[in-house]
């Protein structure tokens, strides 16, 4: 191999230049990655949403929203710290019967709704001794949207054993794979499987873990 001093200098300059920008490169599309895995899967769960008769985990710096109450349900919205229409949105809905006014009562209100195509379910565990159901769905998007890309609903139900029932519905806009799906539904399962039974008849709050 030449040594160094026998190529020009021009030359040995532009090669290390290459040497140069291929190691930028390298470490850019590592950090990239490693920030796109942590977004899909939201990372730790360290902030607490307690409802009246649950409470559960949602993940760090995403932003919560007051309470909304109407008759049996109240929710409560996060939303993930990324510009719209990109940022994922969850809403925790709690519904308990006795709330309900008497025409609730007497005929009951459904809170599933079926939602575009692709549905796919499965059991899944609530807290630590609950179980409930997670279902996907997904709305196309109009033909006139020029790139890839679909509305994603995913949708955990369930209970702790009895009572008021909890519903987790993370929407989502998917562009070109991304967010990855398995990531969020992994999300929604893990919001599900960290929710415990309230230790008080206190309204909707938000704490560190």
């Not at 990372?43 to 307690?50: A, H």
């Not at 049996?72 to 709330?99: G, H, N, S």
């Amino acid at each position: 191999m030449a040594r160094t001093n026998e190529y020009p200098h021009w030359r040995y300059l532009a090669m290390q230049a290459t040497m140069w920008v291929l190691l930028v490169c390298s470490v850019g599309v590592a950090a990239l990655v490693s920030w796109d895995k942590r977004r899909s899967g939201a990372g730790e769960l360290t902030q607490v949403v307690e409802l009246d008769a649950f409470t559960a985990k949602v993940p760090s710096r995403w932003r919560i929203s007051d309470s909304d109450s109407a008759g049996q349900f109240t929710t409560v919205l996060i939303t993930e710290p990324t510009r719209p229409p990109l940022a994922r949105r969850i809403a925790i809905t709690e519904r308990d019967p006795r709330k309900g006014n008497l025409l609730e009562k007497m005929f009951g209100v459904g809170d599933d709704t079926a939602r575009g195509r692709g549905r796919r379910e499965q059991a899944i565990p609530f807290g630590e001794t609950g179980t409930g159901h997670l279902g996907v769905f997904r709305t196309s998007l109009p033909a006139e949207v020029e790139f890839e890309a679909e509305q994603v609903h995913i949708i955990a139900s369930g209970d702790l054993g009895g009572g008021p029932t909890m519903t987790i519905t993370l929407d989502m806009l998917q562009v070109n794979g991304r967010p990855s799906l398995e990531q969020s539904v992994d999300l929604v399962k893990r919001i599900a499987a960290s929710a415990r039974p309230s230790l008080g008849d206190k309204g909707p709050t938000i704490g560190p873990q």
